[in-house]
């Protein structure tokens, strides 16, 4: 069931276009990822399904309504959300509490993000990590259906972005749909049942990441140094090869499906072992410059 359709979003800010023609929909109960460059329109098209901006064209439905009639289906974390600076943990989880009519109990969900052991640390002296784990608990309180997550891991270390990671898989086993807004490809490839990605201010492709990466050209690539001459016809007589490079000692052979073992086993059948052999398969940057000749970050 589509619980988010967006249809031909557009939206201009006086002669800026923002978001070109965007559409997409949003099955209950899965992380969608909205992944582009800095700047694409992803911000934009997620304040507009929020209902913090009127689009200039285009229709979008949460739950069948309106965003703005929608409202209390939806939890909104957006980038860079602002605290008073002297408001402790507790006191900015109560005040959101006190918003709606019927909410999450704020205990559980302190302790849900881990922030039970800051309940009265003011929030400026919470580290970046915390700061998001709260506002996940902030958007959390109104006891969303979706939660609309933008740019959640900015800014944190790899520890705490592997934290929050976990957190958003916790969240979407509750029965959560989660939009999160990335520029991290890492972050979209792990978490992400669909991605769309958005380049100026158009949906330049949407599947799941893997369907994505498969359909790159190479998406594989294996890299050894044969332990005795090789020929690169009896690679690239392998259905999997469609390329053999040298440099040096090395080889590197791209390709697609199951390359590696395919590769072994041809080597294994002429008695040549490789050595120093690394599997490189390809991400959603590969994706998005083959099909827009950019890089994503
Ligand atoms: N309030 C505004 N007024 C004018 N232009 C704006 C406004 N908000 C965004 N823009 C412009 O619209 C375009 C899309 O911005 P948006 O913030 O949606 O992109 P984004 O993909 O979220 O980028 P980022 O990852 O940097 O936040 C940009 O060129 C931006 O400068």
Redesign the pocket.
């Given at each position: 069931m589509k619980v988010i359709e967006v249809t031909n979003l557009h939206?201009r800010?006086?002669d800026?276009?923002?978001?070109d023609d965007v559409s997409f929909a949003v099955d209950e109960g899965e992380i969608f990822g909205v992944l582009?460059?800095?700047?694409?329109?992803?911000?934009?098209?997620v304040?507009c399904v929020a209902g913090l901006r009127t689009p200039t064209s285009g229709t979008i439905t949460v739950g069948g309504r309106t965003p703005l009639e929608a409202k209390h289906l939806l939890g909104v974390q957006l980038?860079s959300a602002q605290l008073p600076e002297k408001i402790k943990v507790w006191e900015a989880l109560d005040l959101f509490a006190s918003f709606y009519r019927d909410p999450a109990d704020w205990r559980a969900l302190m302790e849900r993000v881990g922030l039970a052991d800051k309940r009265d640390t003011r929030f400026t002296n919470l580290s970046g990590g915390q700061k998001q784990r709260l506002s996940v608990a902030l958007a959390l309180v109104g006891k969303p259906r979706v939660a609309i997550l933008?740019?959640l891991t900015t800014g944190l270390d790899p520890q705490a972005r592997r934290d929050t990671w976990d957190l958003i898989e916790q969240i979407r086993a509750d029965g959560v749909t989660i939009v999160l807004?990335t520029?991290f490809m890492e972050e979209a490839e792990r978490l992400c049942d669909r991605v769309a990605l958005?380049s100026s201010?158009r949906v330049v492709a949407m599947d799941a990441p893997s369907a994505l990466i498969g359909q790159v050209e190479e998406s594989q690539r294996v890299r050894f140094r044969p332990s005795a001459p090789v020929e690169d016809a009896m690679l690239l007589a392998v259905p999997e090869v469609t390329g053999v490079r040298r440099n040096g000692e090395q080889l590197t052979v791209t390709g697609r499906g199951n390359l590696a073992p395919a590769v072994t086993l041809a080597l294994a059948e002429h008695q040549i072992v490789p050595t120093d052999l690394r599997i490189e398969q390809a991400t959603l940057e590969d994706v998005f410059l083959a099909l827009t000749g950019r890089k994503l970050s």
């Amino acid at each position: 069931m589509k619980v988010i359709e967006v249809t031909n979003l557009h939206k201009r800010y006086r002669d800026q276009v923002a978001v070109d023609d965007v559409s997409f929909a949003v099955d209950e109960g899965e992380i969608f990822g909205v992944l582009g460059p800095n700047g694409a329109g992803k911000t934009t098209t997620v304040e507009c399904v929020a209902g913090l901006r009127t689009p200039t064209s285009g229709t979008i439905t949460v739950g069948g309504r309106t965003p703005l009639e929608a409202k209390h289906l939806l939890g909104v974390q957006l980038q860079s959300a602002q605290l008073p600076e002297k408001i402790k943990v507790w006191e900015a989880l109560d005040l959101f509490a006190s918003f709606y009519r019927d909410p999450a109990d704020w205990r559980a969900l302190m302790e849900r993000v881990g922030l039970a052991d800051k309940r009265d640390t003011r929030f400026t002296n919470l580290s970046g990590g915390q700061k998001q784990r709260l506002s996940v608990a902030l958007a959390l309180v109104g006891k969303p259906r979706v939660a609309i997550l933008d740019e959640l891991t900015t800014g944190l270390d790899p520890q705490a972005r592997r934290d929050t990671w976990d957190l958003i898989e916790q969240i979407r086993a509750d029965g959560v749909t989660i939009v999160l807004v990335t520029h991290f490809m890492e972050e979209a490839e792990r978490l992400c049942d669909r991605v769309a990605l958005i380049s100026s201010g158009r949906v330049v492709a949407m599947d799941a990441p893997s369907a994505l990466i498969g359909q790159v050209e190479e998406s594989q690539r294996v890299r050894f140094r044969p332990s005795a001459p090789v020929e690169d016809a009896m690679l690239l007589a392998v259905p999997e090869v469609t390329g053999v490079r040298r440099n040096g000692e090395q080889l590197t052979v791209t390709g697609r499906g199951n390359l590696a073992p395919a590769v072994t086993l041809a080597l294994a059948e002429h008695q040549i072992v490789p050595t120093d052999l690394r599997i490189e398969q390809a991400t959603l940057e590969d994706v998005f410059l083959a099909l827009t000749g950019r890089k994503l970050s």
